[in-house]
């Protein structure tokens, strides 16, 4: 296991229309202490403000929560951005909130969170790519694969609505094409 944590320091995830059920799918299986920490932008209404996070919940053991301005990221936990901000990893590995303009009609935007993190934790990153119906995301795959780390991106066979995914295999930078499944088993197998 300490291998493992060595190796993979964070897994950032984007999703969009139909994330509900992909987000459910994969964090249901994770363990209380899954020992990675996992950043998410699921796009969202600025109404619904913790709504998601109470759904996700309910189904999991594995804490999920909101990410806060300056906090800072540990394992054990699923930070989702909050409605309206971007959300942006810092040098020390805390949170940023930003109210910038939306990227690709998104805020919180995909490419903003992966591109930061990008920066900060290099190859020691894996990104994911799941349903949803714009292409926000597939920029940050870009660069998180330019840094080193492993980029992921939902099996079109197996997500509700295939754009999201399909503009991020379409750069070319995309390592491993899965189906949710599959992508709970790799996250699964890193820590066993």
């Given at each position: 296991?300490?291998?493992?944590?060595?190796?993979?320091?964070?897994?950032?995830?984007?999703?969009?229309?139909?994330?509900?059920?992909?987000?459910?799918?994969?964090?249901?299986?994770?363990?209380?202490?899954?020992p990675i920490p996992i950043m998410v932008?699921?796009?969202?209404?600025?109404?619904?403000?913790?709504?998601?996070?109470?759904?996700?919940?309910?189904?999991?053991?594995?804490?999920?929560?909101?990410?806060?301005?300056?906090?800072?990221?540990?394992?054990?936990?699923?930070?989702?951005?909050?409605?309206?901000?971007?959300?942006?990893?810092?040098?020390?590995?805390?949170?940023?909130?930003?109210?910038?303009?939306?990227?690709?009609?998104?805020?919180?935007?995909?490419?903003?969170?992966?591109?930061?993190?990008?920066?900060?934790?290099?190859?020691?990153?894996?990104?994911?790519?799941?349903?949803?119906?714009?292409?926000?995301?597939?920029?940050?795959?870009?660069?998180?694969?330019?840094?080193?780390?492993?980029?992921?991106?939902?099996?079109?066979?197996?997500?509700?609505?295939?754009?999201?995914?399909?503009?991020?295999?379409?750069?070319?930078?995309?390592?491993?094409?899965?189906?949710?499944?599959?992508?709970?088993?790799?996250?699964?197998?890193?820590?066993?």
């Amino acid at each position: 296991m300490a291998d493992f944590k060595q190796a993979y320091q964070a897994i950032v995830i984007g999703s969009s229309a139909g994330g509900l059920h992909a987000l459910s799918s994969i964090f249901e299986l994770l363990p209380a202490d899954y020992p990675i920490p996992i950043m998410v932008v699921q796009h969202r209404s600025k109404d619904h403000n913790a709504l998601l996070e109470e759904v996700l919940q309910a189904k999991c053991v594995i804490k999920i929560k909101q990410a806060d301005e300056k906090e800072i990221i540990s394992p054990g936990c699923v930070y989702i951005a909050p409605p309206d901000y971007h959300l942006l990893v810092e040098d020390n590995k805390t949170f940023s909130l930003s109210s910038d303009p939306p990227v690709h009609y998104s805020r919180p935007s995909v490419d903003v969170l992966f591109e930061s993190a990008a920066q900060v934790y290099k190859k020691q990153l894996i990104g994911i790519v799941l349903t949803g119906a714009n292409s926000d995301g597939a920029e940050g795959i870009i660069e998180i694969r330019k840094n080193g780390g492993v980029t992921i991106a939902q099996s079109l066979l197996d997500a509700d609505f295939v754009y999201m995914p399909r503009a991020a295999i379409q750069t070319l930078q995309v390592v491993h094409v899965w189906t949710l499944k599959e992508i709970s088993s790799y996250l699964l197998n890193l820590i066993r």
